[in-house]
């Protein structure tokens, strides 16, 4: 994967680490069910692509992100640039907006309706930020669409509380939970598809037979999708939910 520092290599530190740093955070309180405003708000995230959006058109970057006094008119102001990308002047200038606003409005005064309106709106954040991010890196690290989304999926690696990780070497915290669990945990902290050979590895189970088994009734319940022949595992979203509630259990 391509180091985070290379992807926005002319976006100045200040404004770059934080951006990563917003991403990382809404993608993991996402994950973890924290779906009210304080936990999972888009509004710093809008305001440091606002600030690089402008810097870029000036050819110049600010050091550090700022809140225009106007956001929705600062935003709009940017539709004037017509030297850049047209992402970078209609399309994104037009999403952080709403962006800004699902978060900083949307928080309170739910009522009605059988499907929590917070999870909804978190669902929209997610998508949209990711969509940001992934056209930033694509105009700045000049790569296609689909590279530019693979790698936003790759830094969308989660931190769960009860794994540990380090030079290619993952360990559930807590070796007394269900086997099933200690899996479902193992793929979502991990962005791509799973090695088996490395869920062994990590578990470190003393029988091959029992992780199989495991494996497959996992796919049969359609948590997650088990490529047998190749010996391949990833996250399917009934176990990612299945996941995100264990760790809402675990975090509160």
């Known amino acids: ?24 955070s809404i ?7 924290c779906w009210r405003p304080s936990e999972l708000s888009a509004g710093l995230f809008c305001e440091i692509v606002y600030t690089t ?11 550090r992100a700022s809140k ?13 640039n017509t030297h850049v990308p047209r992402s970078f002047q209609i399309l994104i200038p037009r999403m952080l907006p709403p962006l800004y606003e699902v978060r900083n409005n949307r928080g309170v005064g739910h009522t009605g309706g059988d499907v929590d309106p917070n999870f909804m709106d978190s669902t929209v954040v997610v998508a949209m930020v990711k969509w940001v991010l992934a056209e930033l890196i694509r105009v700045f690290h000049d790569v296609p669409v689909n590279e530019a989304q693979t790698i ?15 030079g290619g070497i993952k360990r559930v915290l807590d070796p007394n939970l269900p086997l099933k669990q200690q899996i479902l945990m193992l793929i979502g902290s991990t962005p791509f598809k799973t ?15 029992y992780v199989l ?4 009734q996992l796919h049969s319940d359609r948590q997650i999708e088990f490529h047998e022949a190749d010996g391949l595992v990833q996250m399917l979203p009934p176990g990612a939910k299945v996941l995100a509630n264990f760790i809402s259990g675990k975090t509160r």
């Open 1 to 24: 994967m391509v180091a985070r520092e290379k992807l926005l290599a002319t976006v100045p530190a200040g404004l770059r680490e934080p951006l990563f740093s917003e991403f990382n």
């Open 27 to 33: 993608i993991q309180n996402y994950l973890e069910s």
């Open 53 to 63: 959006l402008h810097g870029h058109a000036a050819g110049r970057f600010a050091a």
């Open 68 to 80: 225009p006094r106007d956001f929705v008119s600062a935003c709009r102001a940017l539709e004037s």
């Open 152 to 166: 936003v999926d790759s830094l969308a690696e989660i931190t769960l509380p009860l794994i540990w990780s380090e």
């Open 195 to 209: 090695k088996v050979a490395d869920l062994e590895r990590w578990i470190e189970s003393k029988s091959q037979g």
């Open 213 to 216: 088994r495991a494996l497959r």
